[in-house]
């Protein structure tokens, strides 16, 4: 059935983890969320979007892993926190998947640094709303463990991550989104 693309729009929210039924999402799924992601619009086209999939039971506990050790190196013995570790850790195997969210900056350096975020931000706009569209809760995560976790990523030179998509199907209602009035957010001249 298809969707008025404002009314998907407005639908979207942060579904966290926690939220998400262990209902798994097909290989076939992913793909289109990611095929969808791909479309985004990109200056010179570069297409900077890349993401690294966990996909499988394993290695969603592996990212975990990674995850609580990552905490665990990170703070002082003063300031660590069980309870933290065990949050930051449970996100992962909460989810159906997670998807670190990457980008390729131009070897050649031709546009901004920006304008290259700004487009794996609107592919990952286009994989929230297909999301949605779909019935499955999303999540974007930018937690500063994953940001240093390139050689954990196994990325090559000139690309970085910008966080974690957490995905998960979820019987809970997101609600009603608030906004603003669009009025007061805009000058005519």
Request: glycine fraction near 6%; hydrophobic fraction near 35%; aromatic fraction near 10%.
């Amino acid at each position: 059935m298809s969707q008025d693309i404002r009314e998907v729009i407005r639908k979207r929210r942060s579904s966290f983890p926690a939220s998400y039924n262990k209902k798994e999402i097909s290989h076939e799924v992913i793909l289109s969320i990611l095929e969808a992601a791909n479309w985004a619009p990109t200056h010179k086209k570069t297409q900077p979007w890349r993401f690294v999939v966990f996909e499988s039971t394993e290695s969603r506990q592996s990212l975990s892993d990674y995850l609580a050790n990552a905490y665990q190196q990170s703070v002082s013995a003063e300031k660590f926190s069980e309870i933290q570790q065990k949050k930051i850790s449970e996100k992962p195997v909460q989810s159906a998947c997670v998807i670190a969210i990457c980008m390729q900056r131009s070897p050649e350096e031709t546009l901004p640094e920006w304008e290259e975020i700004a487009a794996v931000s609107c592919a990952v706009q286009n994989m929230w709303l297909t999301c949605t569209s779909l019935g499955i809760g999303s999540y974007w995560a930018t937690p500063g463990l994953i940001l240093k976790a390139d050689a954990y990523l196994g990325l090559p030179e000139g690309q970085r991550c910008l966080g974690l998509f957490y995905m998960g199907y979820t019987d809970v209602d997101g609600g009603e989104g608030q906004r603003d009035d669009i009025a007061t957010k805009i000058t005519w001249r």
